[in-house]
C-alpha cells in the first residue's frame, strides 16, 4: 500500500516541504533509508544522515532549518517521533485491518461473535466462547469453551486461551502465549509420591493489556489469576496461579512470578527477575534485572540483586565488593604491623 507525502502529512497535521506526491511504501532507519521508504529525524546525533538518507520522506520537528541540499520531502510536525509513532500505529492498524472467517477453521454452535470478527484458518472457537466487535484471531489460535474476548482484542497466531478465559478489551496476545493452563499444585502422599490438586479456577485479563509471544499464565488453583487493566507482558514470562498484576505495570522478558503473589499498580520489573511465591509487592516498585525476589516490598521501594537489597545499598556495596581483593590485602598488611609492634 502506497502512501503520498500529502496524505501522510494530513494524518500527522504537518507540512510538506518538498514534493507533496511523491509516494512511499515502506519504514526504514534514516542512515538506512532506500527510494520509496519513510524515515524520521528526532534525535539531533542522527542529523548528518538527513543529508545523505535516500527516504523519499523524512519526518522532521517544525524547529528543524537545513544547512545544506536535501534529497529527501520533508513533513513537518511539532514532535517528530510521537508523529512517527503515531505512523506506525496507523500503519499497523491498516496491516492488520482483517475481518471475515477463513477456511477450514471451527467454530461451535454455541459460540457467539460481534461485527467485523476476524477468524483465521484453522483457528478453533469452542462451546460456549463469546468475541466482541472488531476481534481478530489469527490462524491456529485455539479458544477454549467458556472463553469470553472483550472489543478490539487481537490473538495472534497459535495463542491458545484455556477454557474460562476472560480478555477484555483492547488486547494484544502474541503468538505462542499460553493463558490458563493449569497452575502447578502437587501434594506429596504418604509414599512421597505427588499428586496433583486440581486447578478449577481460571484467568482474568483486563482492558488494555499486552501479553508478549512464549509467555505463559496459569490458572488459579481456586478464584482468578488476575491480570488488571493496562499492563504490559514481555516475551516468555511467566505467571503462576493466583497471581495478581496490579494496573500499568510493565515486566519484561524471561522473569518468573511463583504462585499467589500480589504485585501492586506501576510497577516496572526488569527481565530475568525471580519473585518468589506468596508474596506482597507494592505500588510503584522498580527491580533491576536479575534480581531475586523472596521478602515483601513496600512501596516505591527500588530493589537490586538476589536476594535483593535497597538498590542505593546495592550500587554502595558493589563499589565495595570490587575492590575486595584490595581491601583484604590492607587488613592481612595491618594485622602484620599490628601484630609484629605487639
Known amino acids: 500500500m502506497k502512501f503520498t507525502a500529502q496524505q501522510i502529512a494530513g494524518i500527522l497535521e504537518g507540512d510538506v516541504v518538498g514534493n507533496p506526491d511523491v509516494e512511499v511504501s515502506k519504514l526504514s532507519k534514516i542512515e538506512e533509508g ?48 510521537k508523529s512517527f509513532s503515531k505512523l506506525l500505529e496507523y500503519y499497523n492498524q491498516v496491516k492488520n485491518n482483517k475481518s471475515g472467517i477463513e477456511q477450514p477453521s471451527f467454530q461451535s ?23 466482541g466487535n472488531n476481534v481478530k484471531i489469527y490462524p491456529q489460535a485455539y479458544i477454549g469453551d467458556n472463553v469470553k474476548i472483550g472489543d478490539n482484542t487481537t490473538v495472534f497466531s497459535g495463542v491458545k486461551l484455556y477454557s474460562e478465559t476472560q480478555v477484555g478489551n483492547n488486547c494484544i496476545i502474541n503468538s505462542g502465549a499460553i493463558i490458563g493452563a493449569d497452575g502447578f499444585g502437587y501434594t506429596p502422599d504418604e509414599n512421597g509420591e505427588f499428586q496433583k490438586v486440581p486447578q478449577t479456577g481460571n484467568v482474568i485479563i483486563e482492558d488494555n493489556v499486552d501479553i508478549g509471544s512464549a509467555t505463559t499464565i496459569d490458572r488459579a488453583t481456586l478464584g482468578s489469576t488476575i491480570i488488571r487493566k493496562g499492563v504490559k507482558l514481555d516475551n516468555q514470562i511467566q505467571i503462576a496461579h493466583n497471581v495478581e498484576i496490579g494496573k500499568n505495570t510493565v515486566i519484561a522478558a524471561q522473569t518468573g512470578v511463583a504462585g499467589s503473589t500480589k504485585i501492586g499498580q506501576y510497577g516496572m520489573i526488569g527481565g530475568q527477575v525471580g519473585i518468589a511465591g506468596h508474596l506482597s509487592i507494592g ?52 594485622e602484620k604491623k599490628v601484630n609484629g609492634n605487639s
Open 34 to 81: 532506500f527510494e520509496g521508504s519513510l524515515t524520521f529525524l528526532a534525535n539531533p546525533k542522527y542529523t548528518s544522515f538527513i543529508y545523505t538518507t535516500k527516504a523519499s520522506i523524512t519526518i522532521v520537528n517544525k524547529t528543524f532549518v537545513p544547512e545544506n541540499d536535501l534529497n529527501t520531502t520533508l513533513i513537518k510536525v511539532d514532535d517528530a517521533y
Open 109 to 131: 454452535d454455541s459460540a457467539t461473535y460481534g461485527e467485523h470478527v476476524y477468524l483465521g484458518a484453522f483457528s478453533y472457537l469452542g462451546e460456549n466462547v463469546v468475541l
Open 283 to 334: 505500588n510503584g516498585v522498580k527491580v533491576q534485572a536479575q534480581s531475586g525476589i523472596g521478602h515483601n516490598v513496600k512501596d516505591g521501594e527500588k530493589l537490586y540483586g538476589s536476594p535483593s537489597i535497597d538498590y542505593g545499598n546495592y550500587v554502595k556495596s558493589y563499589v565495595h565488593f570490587k575492590n575486595l581483593p584490595t581491601i583484604v590485602k590492607t587488613l592481612n598488611d595491618l
